[in-house]
Every structure is written in C-alpha cells, then in structure tokens.
C-alpha cells in the first residue's frame, strides 16, 4: 500500500491533479464540499489515473479537510 498527501481544491473549473516536489498531490474538483461530493469526485479520479478500484482506495485522514491522507495499494510487479 502506498499512503501520501492530497491538497484538494474543490469548486474548480476543470478537473486535474498536479504533482508538488515534496511528492504530494494537488487535485483540482468540479465538485462542491458538499454531502461528501468532493471525496466521491476524488475517490474516482485517482482510481482512474493509478488504475485501480475505487473500493480500493481509502481516505485514512482528514474526510471533511482540504489536506488528505490517501491510501492506493501498489501494484503487483
């Protein structure tokens, strides 16, 4: 499993994720912090973009904050 950082900016115009030097991930989201609708639109965009499952994928921390822990298990070699 891998764990590492999220930024999300919710509210965006287009949707987009960025690395930042220090590893992490700035997301961009078109949708609003709302009834969970930001952590869904990032739950499916990062399983798209590490090709995995979005049941696969968890928020250890930080569900109703802008800064995320984000769990992606690692693909087999």
Same mark, same amino acid.
């Not at 115009?13 to 639109?41: H, R, T, W, Y």
């Not at 990032?42 to 800064?67: D, H, P, R, W």
């Given at each position: 499993? *891998? &764990?590492? +950082? %999220?930024? %999300?900016?919710?509210?965006? !115009? @287009? !949707?987009?994720?960025? *690395?930042? %030097?220090? =590893?992490?991930? +700035?997301?961009? #989201? /078109?949708?609003?912090?709302?009834? =969970? /609708?930001?952590? @869904?639109?990032?739950? /499916?965009?990062? *399983? +798209?973009?590490?090709?995995?499952? +979005?049941?696969?994928?968890? &928020?250890?921390?930080? #569900?109703?904050?802008?800064?995320?822990?984000?769990? &992606?298990? #690692?693909?087999? &070699?």
């Amino acid at each position: 499993m *891998a &764990i590492f +950082k %999220v930024k %999300v900016k919710p509210n965006s !115009q @287009q !949707q987009s994720i960025e *690395a930042e %030097v220090d =590893g992490s991930f +700035k997301v961009c #989201l /078109k949708s609003p912090p709302v009834d =969970g /609708k930001a952590n @869904q639109e990032l739950i /499916k965009l990062l *399983a +798209k973009k590490f090709n995995v499952k +979005k049941s696969e994928i968890t &928020i250890k921390s930080g #569900l109703s904050s802008k800064n995320k822990l984000i769990e &992606i298990p #690692l693909p087999e &070699i």
